[in-house]
């Protein structure tokens, strides 16, 4: 922007440390248009001449010196496409340094030459207001589903149901009663699929399509193609979301032979057990006779390292349920439930209790360690450290396996390679062994070869996983969210739930699918950076089809052409600069984020001669974690190293290392980057983008050291929002650190 105005507070202690005078000297110097003072900027008036400046058009960019940018947002809001840079005068000047002192007035001043610089560099953003297509696509025809398209519906959306079997309902279809969803919470529930299948048949915004399967998902959120194969025909629909409600399999039976499962007919799974209770007629399957004795066996291949390592949520209500199902029609028959852990929170204590008071029920705690053949044709489970006794032996009629859950997103065979490589990263003793477990990991997260959407994009057919199977995004205030922007996860394809659960969970995903609709149409992009309206920009004619923007995008945002170049899908993008970071030509920018602006800002600080002895150290804070975390030390008054000079960035992944080679080429003594925690119990806003810092900062590293200058002037830091406190620290202990290193021998040239 050519005309950049610099409105400067000197409120909230601002004036009282700082010489508002030096500092409009230096806005006019970086080549402000206009420069105000004002004792209150978010006052009325204040505001007001601010509007009034660009409404005239003597200012077409707006730079506010005063507090944090996470303060006052909507006051110092200006407009769609009008660039506003907060410099954060109160929380990195003031309040944390020596009012008076020249080290802050200098952090002040550098504070305020970036900002100009970065207006200056940045253009107005066009807000694209689009046609989006108003129908949510709901893939599964099971409770959460169904509870889905009834919510959507219900916010005035045309829906579209696709099941793939030859009717409504799922595996609850089958089953007579469900585990208590509603007071008093102390027997069954009614069965709510069979009426929720008839309200859904009848709702006249809702089109249910079954013998159904997806051939291909085309295109973009707002306006997906669908492509798909029924009895009649193939038949094209649009959508402009998508909620996967694909639900969950049992764990294959054949796999739990120390269980038993493949010594006799009599040994079953709570799956294979509804239907002879929906049906009354509870029979051994080796010979046909009611059996005297149940015994359910817990966690029969969950919370176990070599099957499933998760605990499935459901099975120990589900257990219960038939269970009293068990002892209300057959009430002398005897039931003994085997567990590790019986898991019923909340409200289901009372549906737990009400098992435990039933004659002829036993629950009793152990570990089962086998089951076999025992006399006059029973089977004799083997429990261990149990309170019934060190070792027990427990004869049963019926043995019944209450086995975990697959999501259908995955099959078990790539689950297994997947945990597998997970293992080998975390044993790896190499940098190579990491890198070879982590590629593999990666390829199999992206595809488990079930091809239930079958996505037309350059990463993959369906939703990448997790470590389990689970297409969950792991934001852990946005669970519905995952990394295809516009389809979102539900019910048990997402997370081991229960029938309550499910419903909630179909209703949360269709308002999420509903929110991006909207949004979209507006022209915004959805979490993390909600509201933003900057699309990326591409300068392909100088693109090498290196690929690395389109492998490293987290969402799949981007395909290419058959020669390699980078297709560009603006509705799939989050905005989080990552393929901006990755870019080695640096042809990827953002209106109010690029490489030459945050260049530019590096340029601007001014470096001290080395005589002076006050080092410069270069802070890349994540906008969603790190730069939070400062803003809430300096509001606590913590301090720290006045050398600092912090930028924030979207994320760790969108720092390009030109900005690392240019702060140092220039003088600056060090770069620390402040990202989020890696790993799967950690939260990237960006789901990898601290990790792909790590490995982009080893080839700078490297780099750093064939120039003979020392790698520890580079330094990455992993740190959770609410570990403000540690911000001063690391900032004193950089400091301290590049005191021992000594000037950067680059300083004057």
Not at 202 to 211: E, K, N, S, V, Y
Not at 552 to 572: H, I, M, S, V, W
């Amino acid at each position: 922007m050519e005309r950049v105005g610099v409105f400067l507070c000197t409120g909230c202690g601002i004036g009282e440390s700082l010489s508002a005078a030096a500092l409009e000297k230096v806005a006019r110097e970086a080549g402000a248009a206009q420069v105000e003072t004002s004792p209150r900027l978010c006052a009325f008036g204040s505001v007001a001449s601010i509007c009034t400046a660009l409404d005239t058009g003597t200012v077409d960019a707006a730079v506010i010196a005063g507090c944090s940018p996470r303060h006052k947002r909507q006051v110092f809001q200006f407009g769609a496409g009008v660039p506003v840079q907060r410099v954060a005068l109160r929380e990195q000047a003031t309040w944390t340094h020596a009012g008076g002192d020249e080290n802050t007035q200098a952090l002040a001043e550098d504070l305020l030459r970036m900002s100009v610089v970065r207006a200056q560099k940045s253009s107005a953003a066009k807000r694209a207001v689009e046609t989006v297509e108003q129908t949510v696509l709901v893939v599964g025809g099971g409770l959460t589903g169904l509870s889905a398209a009834q919510a959507a519906a219900g916010m005035g959306h045309p829906v579209v149901l696709l099941e793939k079997s030859a009717a409504l309902g799922g595996h609850l279809a089958g089953i007579d009663e469900v585990v208590p969803h509603a007071p008093p919470y102390d027997r069954a529930g009614q069965n709510p699929i069979h009426d929720l299948v008839r309200a859904v048949q009848a709702d006249g915004r809702i089109q249910a399509l079954t013998d159904a399967r997806i051939l291909r998902i085309a295109g973009e959120p707002g306006r997906f193609e669908v492509e798909v194969e029924l009895p009649s025909g193939k038949r094209t629909l649009t959508a402009g979301a998508i909620v996967q409600a694909t639900g969950a399999r049992p764990y294959p039976k054949d796999r739990l032979g120390h269980l038993g499962a493949g010594i006799s007919p009599d040994v079953i799974t709570s799956a294979e057990l509804e239907p002879m209770l929906s049906a009354r007629a509870l029979r051994r399957p080796s010979d046909g006779r009611l059996p005297e004795r149940v015994v359910f066996v817990q966690c029969a291949g969950s919370r176990d390292k070599d099957h499933l390592e998760y605990c499935s949520s459901e099975c120990c209500a589900t257990s219960l349920r038939q269970v009293l199902a068990i002892h209300r029609h057959w009430p002398h028959v005897e039931c003994a439930v085997l567990y590790r852990d019986l898991r019923m929170p909340g409200a289901l204590e009372h549906f737990y209790r009400a098992a435990q008071e039933q004659s002829r029920v036993m629950l009793a705690r152990g570990t089962v360690s086998g089951v076999s053949r025992g006399g006059h044709g029973r089977l004799q489970v083997s429990l261990r450290d149990s309170l019934l006794g060190e070792d027990v032996n427990v004869e049963a009629d019926l043995v019944v396996l209450a086995t975990g859950m697959i999501p259908n997103s995955a099959d078990g065979e790539a689950i297994r390679q997947l945990r597998d490589a997970k293992k080998r990263i975390e044993r790896s003793e190499s940098e190579t062994q990491r890198t070879a477990a982590e590629a593999q990991a990666a390829a199999l997260a992206r595809h488990q070869g079930t091809e239930i959407l079958n996505l037309g994009y350059r990463q993959g057919p369906d939703l990448p996983v997790l470590a389990y199977g689970f297409p969950d995004s792991h934001y852990i205030c946005f669970p519905y969210e995952s990394r295809r922007t516009g389809i979102y996860a539900a019910g048990a394809l997402r997370a081991p739930m229960d029938a309550a659960e499910a419903v909630d969970d179909g209703f949360g995903a269709a308002m999420k699918a509903v929110q991006v609709i909207s949004a979209l149409g507006r022209g915004e992009t959805v979490h993390p950076r909600s509201g933003d309206i900057a699309p990326a920009e591409f300068f392909l004619q100088r693109c090498t089809q290196c690929k690395r923007c389109t492998e490293e995008c987290p969402f799949g945002t981007l395909d290419e052409d058959a020669k390699g170049t980078p297709q560009y899908n603006a509705l799939r993008c989050r905005h989080c600069g990552i393929c901006l970071g990755a870019c080695p030509e640096r042809i990827i920018s953002f209106p109010d984020y690029s490489v030459d602006a945050v260049a530019g800002m590096i340029k601007s600080i001014e470096i001290p001669d080395e005589s002076e002895e006050k080092p410069r150290i270069l802070a890349l804070l994540c906008e969603n974690d790190a730069y939070p975390a400062l803003d809430d030390a300096a509001a606590r008054r913590a301090s720290w190293n006045p050398w600092v000079r912090a930028i924030p960035v979207r994320c760790l992944g969108a720092v390009n290392m030109v900005w690392i080679n240019e702060a140092l080429s220039r003088g600056i003594d060090g770069v620390i980057l402040i990202g989020c925690k890696r790993g799967e119990n950690a939260q990237c806003h960006y789901v990898k983008g601290s990790e792909l810092a790590h490995k982009r900062l080893e080839n700078v590293q490297e780099t750093l050291d064939r120039l003979s200058l020392e790698s520890e002037r580079v330094q990455v830091v992993e740190l959770a929002r609410d570990e403000l406190s540690r911000i001063p620290a690391l900032f004193d202990e950089f400091a301290r650190r590049l005191v021992e290193l000594g000037p950067n021998p680059l300083k004057g040239f």
